[in-house]
């Protein structure tokens, strides 16, 4: 079947930059396992968006039969442990465990609103008559715009990993539709979209990886009460 291995082949390709990002930061390594096994359950919720925002031809025609597919659970996997650490990884930080003082502040009393906000925002807003895609993407920015006022450490971290990110997420985009030509037209249902391509490109995956990486990127400090500080020099 035409196009029956792409998203197999492009989703495992997010495990490329992964697996440079674990061989060379020994210390980010839990951190990515935990986080990408976490975010790879994220691949679940694929039935929400197929064939409302895309239908791609998956292994066992797994996606277009019950609108579950492996692939989503690699895709998830893979860009988890990205999002978390690559900010870090560029710009040479750490993390570090925010003081027991800084708990006590006042701001952190809504600690848990804040964590759970997006999750109950995208239930709110799922049932709206919009594709699915859009309230994923206003959850994601909620979840990155109370992460940087609850934690205003991170705040100047979560926007340029959101650019970071969408840069990334943009290269492989290029990529899928130099490997792939016509495979976004075929495959992501546009007419329930904006409309229009961006360098052949739907407009909403930039949005999408902008909005993941603004949110995932201090997502891990978040929870975990960690921050980032520059490495020393070796």
């Not at 003082?101 to 109950?120: C, D, M, N």
């Not at 239930?123 to 994601?140: D, E, F, Q, R």
């Amino acid at each position: 079947m035409r196009y029956h291995f792409v998203w197999l082949v492009w989703s495992l390709a997010f495990l490329a930059p992964w697996l440079v990002l674990y061989i060379v930061y020994r210390d980010f390594r839990p951190v990515m396992w935990r986080v990408s096994l976490v975010t790879a359950l994220f691949g679940l919720t694929e039935p929400i968006f197929v064939p409302e925002y895309w239908n791609p031809p998956s292994l066992f025609e797994l996606a277009r039969r019950t609108g579950f597919d492996i692939e989503s659970l690699i895709f998830s996997f893979a860009i988890g442990g990205i999002g978390t650490v690559i900010y870090n990884a560029l710009t040479r930080r750490r993390f570090v465990p925010v003081p027991p003082a800084e708990r006590l502040h006042p701001r952190h009393r809504f600690h848990r609103v804040a964590l759970w906000s997006p999750y109950v925002l995208f239930l709110v807003l799922y049932p709206l008559p919009w594709n699915p895609i859009y309230p994923a993407m206003l959850s994601l920015s909620v979840g990155g715009l109370l992460t940087g006022w609850c934690r205003p450490d991170l705040g100047r971290k979560v926007l340029l990993g959101g650019l970071v990110f969408m840069t990334l997420y943009g290269v492989f985009m290029v990529s899928l539709v130099w490997f792939a030509p016509g495979y976004i037209t075929e495959v992501w249902n546009l007419p329930a979209l904006s409309g229009g391509l961006i360098a052949g490109i739907p407009p909403e995956e930039l949005l999408f990886g902008f909005t993941f990486g603004w949110y995932w990127t201090g997502l891990y400090e978040h929870f975990t009460w960690h921050t980032t500080v520059p490495r020393h020099p070796s």
